[in-house]
């Protein structure tokens, strides 16, 4: 598709936005703020779906499992429906809390700079890392956006620094956890099916007990986070769950082990039937993983739309309240428009541009298969699990890309007696390519045929001798991509918050 296209197309959706968002305030004195914070949140919500979205599915596509235009339809979907079937109604108008609403003075157009000012902020730094191929946080975007409208508005009094410290400390739990849960699962496939002399009964055995352990946790993980906004409707239609506001652990828990059970016993005779007609290989294996990670995808997918819907709607949320009722409140309720707003902009924005990230987490930073590609997912759901009951701070993108790089390093570790073989491979053959130039350079050497020859086996040694190298230097983890991934997940608050600032005094200029 044509990038001036994409462009149009993405203009042409925010542009509704905005002639909507001018229709609902009518001749109002500050209806154009609206409309300045409608455009921005439709931006917003379009980045978001260009880079956060490559996280779910990413892994699924580059392990073959699903084709980009599979990947893409499936994750369109159902972001979406999560976005506008289980997406919140209320949200809190001051993402994780990290200013205090009552440090604008009650001045509700100060608010509504510095919100605008975080949306644009957030869009501009998540187009820029999509464009450098660097999977970031939507939640850091967002909270440093906010950080630098509210310190532009209120100084650096009113900032919760308790909370930016624990957004901080996210950066290291998130990926550390989700590279060692990947590894780990990674390994139990490796030394208990790859490992062994005969694969088939292995995997008959072992692969639906994988699954279970994945349908136990993507259960437990959309009931806590994709139902949670819906949690008391379903109640209300379904009396045996628990009468709770949100579902409680113990209730999603239960739910997940359900599930696991279930398709434990519907999926093991099946397992067991499919094998007999397979070859004792590797790539027939990988096979029993694709229809997991095809659930795996839609329903990280509709969890995230769900849940993070909220950091392109939760600004223009409390904008559009605030200007409503010209004052700033805790809570916001967010509308029908606004909530379209997010979750298809989400959809639009990965379909134009959610390709160039997909690729990059799917394929860029270590080669996956299925069976690593179904580690990996498994150490999403697994990990935002974990890290809830725990209350420690987690980033679905750090989780999602810290278990790229376990897999790649797990397979370098593993693979660890191949590189010293390679190394033994390298030195003989220098020796031999020395020997070969020694005899190329050899005054005796007078016969043109035999020197044409030598120069010949010189310069096809030189080439394996290159051939070697490169597979030495070619790791398992490219390290340049890992280190530009670490560095745009440390500059992602602070970049965000410098942007906000900046255009936030533009904002308030504009205002007067």
Do not use: C
């Not at 108008?93 to 949306?119: E, H, N, Q, R």
């Not at 464009?131 to 906010?146: E, F, M, N, Q």
């Not at 310190?151 to 410290?165: L, N, Q």
């Not at 027939?284 to 095809?294: D, I, Y």
């Amino acid at each position: 598709m044509n990038q001036i296209f994409k462009i149009i197309v993405g203009a042409l959706f925010a542009t509704a936005i905005g002639f909507y968002a001018s229709r609902i305030m009518g001749d109002s004195t500050h209806a154009g703020f609206l409309v300045l914070a409608a455009l921005f949140g439709a931006y917003m919500a379009m980045n978001i779906g260009a880079n956060d979205v490559a996280n779910n599915v990413g892994p699924a596509y580059g392990s073959g499992a699903i084709s980009m235009t599979g990947v893409i339809i499936i994750a369109a979907i159902f972001e979406a429906m999560g976005a506008l079937v289980a997406g919140a109604d209320v949200v809190g108008t001051i993402k994780k809390g990290i200013i205090d609403p009552a440090a604008f003075g009650g001045d509700p157009m100060l608010f509504v700079y510095a919100m605008s000012a975080a949306l644009l902020a957030a869009a501009l730094w998540l187009n820029l890392a999509t464009w450098l191929k660097a999977p970031v946080s939507t939640t850091h975007s967002i909270v440093g956006g906010v950080l630098g409208g509210g310190i532009a508005a209120g100084g650096f009094a009113i900032v919760s620094w308790g909370t930016m410290g624990k957004i901080v400390a996210s950066w290291i739990i998130s990926p550390i956890l989700g590279g060692l849960i990947a590894a780990v699962f990674l390994y139990i496939i490796k030394s208990q099916i790859l490992y062994k002399e005969d694969k088939l009964t292995a995997a008959k055995k072992v692969v639906p007990v994988l699954v279970a352990i994945m349908t136990a946790a993507f259960l437990t993980y959309l009931t806590l986070k994709g139902l949670k906004h819906v949690w008391k409707d379903l109640t209300a239609v379904l009396g045996f769950l628990p009468q709770t506001k949100k579902p409680t652990f113990g209730a999603a828990l239960t739910i997940g082990v359900i599930g696991g059970i279930v398709s434990f016993l519907w999926l093991k005779p099946r397992i067991a039937k499919k094998v007999v007609a397979m070859d004792n290989s590797r790539d027939a294996l990988n096979l029993l993983f694709t229809v997991p990670l095809v659930f795996a995808a839609a329903l990280l997918s509709f969890a995230h739309g769900a849940n993070d819907v909220a950091n392109a709607v939760g600004p223009l949320a409390a904008v559009n309240d605030a200007l409503m009722h010209m004052s700033i409140s805790h809570k916001a309720a967010i509308p029908l428009w606004v909530m379209v707003t997010g979750g298809i902009g989400i959809s639009v924005g990965l379909a134009l541009f959610g390709p160039r990230l997909i690729k990059t987490v799917g394929s860029e930073i270590t080669e996956l298969d299925q069976m690593r590609a179904f580690s990996i997912m498994m150490a999403a759901a697994i990990t935002v699990v974990i890290a809830s009951q725990l209350g420690l701070p987690v980033s679905s993108t750090h989780i999602a890309v810290g278990a790229v790089f376990g897999v790649g390093f797990l397979r370098e570790w593993l693979d660890s007696k191949k590189m010293d073989e390679k190394q033994r491979e390298l030195q003989e053959e220098s020796q031999k390519l020395e020997a070969l130039k020694e005899a190329m350079n050899d005054p005796a050497l007078t016969d043109p045929a035999k020197k044409l020859a030598a120069i010949e086996a010189h310069k096809a040694q030189k080439k394996k001798v290159k051939r070697i190298k490169k597979a030495l230097r070619e790791n398992y983890v490219k390290r340049g991509m890992v280190k530009k991934i670490i560095a745009a997940w440390v500059i992602t608050v602070p970049a965000a918050a410098v942007l906000s600032a900046i255009i936030f005094y533009v904002i308030k200029g504009i205002g007067g």
